[in-house]
């Protein structure tokens, strides 16, 4: 595929019983520069795709540092890259992409970081901390045992912005979010990764204070998929530049159908959450079951994430 790179997967180690780091340095030649809160593309092994975010320092490409936690309902990446790769390894990634940048901004940036969320965080701490600006990273991870990073967050020049939380659950969770997110101003951003329920907490808390929705910058690792029933309501989808219909019956999603007819889209999660199978829409009411478009975008109505969403109206035509 256009642009992919090959890596070598230098190191491997165990940062927590779950989590791993990977350094991952260039076949030939050099890798391409990343701002912080970048992620590439893995493939590790055919037909898997899987995005990871970068962990290192932007100021340092000749290597690139991710961090895969294993998990126990794996769909196939987290395992594939858990137990197929070993130091030495050759790999597909993509080039750098970045739906997380980092603002311009007077005021504090609040790193706040659930689990294995902590990852384009650090990259983020790293910039910050380049920049001389005002920061604070919070750590919120189930036992000390379960932080991910430990040596890079003890050794670095930010350590004493870090702030640790261990084992929260509501109601605690949310009096200590409280504290942290009281009286913004105009110019404060927060940043936010990690699980839904700890995300959504955050969101919910930060609302309450006074945070508008352009202050809290977040990205989502993952998302529940809409459960399709047997029943509900089928539609059709036509391909306006390939001149074909095909039904999407309850229990499929579009790409399921298009891919069972030969149309290829791009995609990586299939959750709804990185935008890389994001579609043109020309026609249809659509029901939006993604977390990658904004709340304009989906009242727009003019691009769809066909992966997750589906339509409400009879006929779907997508400018594809």
Known sequence: MDGELEVIVRQIQSETSEIR???????????????????????PIPGISR??????????????????KREP?????????????????RLRISRPKNNFALRSNRGRSILLAGGIG??????????????????????FVRSNSEMAFRDLIIGSAWSSCVNYHFGLV?????DVLEEILRGPVADDLVYLCGPGPFMDAVRSVATNAGWTADQVVLE???????????????????????????????????????????????????????GTCVTPVLEG????????LSDD???????????????KSKLLILDI
């Open 21 to 43: 780091s990977f350094v991952l340095e260039p076949a030939s030649g050099s890798l391409p520069p990343f701002q912080a809160g970048a992620h590439i593309d893995v493939f």
């Open 118 to 139: 902590v990852t384009p965080l650090l990259s983020m701490a790293q910039a910050l901390c380049a920049r001389g600006v005002d920061f604070q990273l919070h750590y």
């Open 51 to 68: 995005q990871y975010s970068l962990v290192n320092d932007p100021a340092d490409c000749s290597r690139y540092v991710l961090g895969v």
């Open 170 to 174: 509501p109601p605690v969770l949310n």
């Open 297 to 311: 975008e989906h009242e727009e109505g003019r691009l769809m994430t066909p992966c997750v969403s589906r339509c």
């Open 220 to 274: 989502h690792f993952s998302a529940e998929p809409p459960k399709l029933e047997a029943g509900a309501d089928e539609f059709v989808v036509r391909l306006a530049r390939r001149g074909i219909e095909l039904v999407v019956p309850s229990e499929k999603t579009i790409i399921e159908v298009l891919r069972e007819a030969g149309v290829e889209i791009q995609t990586s999660c299939e959750q709804g959450v990185c």
């Open 73 to 89: 309902n794996s769909r196939g990446g987290s395992s594939a890259m858990h137990g197929n790769l070993q130091e030495g390894s």
């Open 285 to 292: 009411d659509l029901l939006h079951n993604d977390l990658y």
